[in-house]
């Protein structure tokens, strides 16, 4: 499938919904903020949301650090 994360065009990804699109690119689900199509998904909803072709996803991970 091909979508456009954050800005870049990705192909070849095997995930149906976001949260597996999140665990095929190694990303914790609690330590992220999506966006699909410019509507913030809710964490609770991220293994019920699908995804399709051309979709574009911004995704914003957390850092701790001091």
Do not use: K, W, Y
Not at 11 to 24: K, N, P, Y
Not at 27 to 37: F, M, S, Y
């Amino acid at each position: 499938m091909h979508l456009i994360i954050n800005g870049d065009p990705r192909d070849g990804i095997e995930a149906t919904s976001v949260e597996g699109l999140l665990l095929e690119l190694g990303l914790d689900p609690r330590g992220v903020v999506v966006e699909l199509n410019r509507e913030i998904i809710r964490r609770p909803q991220l293994a019920d949301t699908g995804l399709s072709e051309g979709d574009v996803l911004e995704i914003v991970h957390f850092v701790g650090g001091g």
